[in-house]
């Protein structure tokens, strides 16, 4: 059985927080990126609002 995942998300000081991200709006799309790593982003293609 494998425990690494398990492991590592015991670690508290791995997990990140939302203040190590920010985003902007490209377009008609949306960026979210690390603030820490400037490799690390996602890029949505196309962006709907959120509704209940």
């Not at 960026?31 to 959120?50: F, G, L, Q, Y």
């Amino acid at each position: 059985m494998r425990t690494e995942a398990r492991e590592l998300a015991t670690d508290l000081q791995s997990i990140s927080t939302f203040d190590d991200f920010t985003g902007y709006e490209d377009g008609r799309a949306f960026v979210i990126c690390d603030t820490k790593n400037p490799n690390a982003w996602i890029r949505s293609d196309e962006t709907r609002p959120v509704s209940d």
